[in-house]
Structures are given as C-alpha cells and as structure tokens.
C-alpha cells in the first residue's frame, strides 16, 4: 500500500508540474513592428504664412485665429512617421485652429496623394496640399456653412 500511496504521489507531482510547464510556454514571437510612413510630409515643419487663396479675400476665421493667437507663425507641427501629430511653440494656435484643422492632442495624418487626411477621434478632414522637399501649402476652407460656397485660406510651411 505505501508503494501505491508513493507512486500515486508521483504521478499527481508529475501531472502538476507538466501542466505548470504547458501553463508557463509562452509564444516567443516578436511583436509587430509598427507600420512607419515614409511620406515626405514626415518632418517638423514651420508655419510662415496664412493667406486667403484668392487674394483680397476678407476671412474672418484668418482675423479671429490672429487675434486669440499673435504666435500663430511661431507654430511648429511634426507629421511623425507612425501617423501622429506633435505641435510646439504656439498652443493658443492649435486651440484656435482645431476646429478647421485638427491637430490637437490625439490627432493623426495620412497622406492620400494631394489630400491630407487629419482625423481627432471618429471625425475626419481631408485638405488639398502640395507639398516639396522644403515647401507645404495646406488649402483649408474657413467656411463653417456647408450651404455657402469655399472660403480658403493657405497655410504655408517650411521644413524645419
């Protein structure tokens, strides 16, 4: 019987420490490397002028941007190459321009060939650009009436 009680002591060993080793495998795969975009955009860039886009145009989101936020040609943005934003020098612009162009806190960018997509959460703009090594023109409509025709302005960058 002590024969009995030993090996069955064994064997219950046995199976607690196979299942420990099964438990304890785990998948040595690497992780997934983050997709990196290599879009020219991807950089810092340093906004030099805002301009209506056919000159003599009055634009009232232009003065209300300048107004709230004299250091608007201060503003830096850095387009990184996992699809986010990062903006310095100039966070009372941000605020002022979130609602046209979106590039907050959270928000992200993907080039679809002249369309610059910004997207902050579940909404998403699209804004015409043309874009060189040094150069990036963004075309933004400040008309916030759908029913009402395009108001744009250029915000004109150089790469930093």
């Known amino acids: 019987?002590?024969?009995?009680?030993?090996?069955?002591?064994i064997t219950f060993l046995t199976f607690i420490l196979v299942?420990?080793?099964f438990v304890a495998c785990k998948d040595?795969?690497?992780?997934e490397p983050e997709p990196v975009d290599n879009n020219p955009i991807v950089g810092k860039w340093h906004l030099t002028a805002i301009t209506?886009?056919?000159?003599g145009t009055t634009?009232?989101?232009?003065?209300?941007v300048t107004t709230v936020a004299p250091c608007i040609?201060?503003?830096?943005?850095?387009?990184n190459s996992d699809n986010s934003i990062s903006t310095a020098d100039c966070p009372a612009a941000v605020?002022?321009?979130?609602?046209?162009?979106?590039?907050?806190?959270?928000?992200?960018w993907k080039v679809n060939g002249d369309k610059l997509v910004l997207s902050k959460g579940t909404t998403s703009q699209e804004f015409k650009i043309t874009q060189s090594t040094?150069?990036?023109?963004?075309?933004?409509?400040?008309?916030?009436?759908?029913?009402?025709?395009?108001?744009?302005?250029?915000?004109v960058f150089k790469r930093v």
């Open 73 to 79: 040609l201060d503003l830096k943005i850095t387009f």
């Open 52 to 55: 209506p886009e056919v000159s």
């Open 95 to 108: 605020s002022a321009m979130d609602t046209f162009v979106p590039v907050g806190a959270d928000a992200k």
């Open 134 to 155: 040094n150069d990036l023109v963004v075309v933004v409509n400040t008309q916030t009436d759908a029913t009402k025709p395009a108001v744009n302005a250029l915000l």
């Open 59 to 64: 634009i009232p989101a232009l003065q209300f």
């Open 19 to 21: 299942a420990l080793a």
């Open 28 to 31: 040595d795969k690497d992780p």
């Open 1 to 9: 019987m002590k024969i009995f009680n030993s090996l069955s002591k």
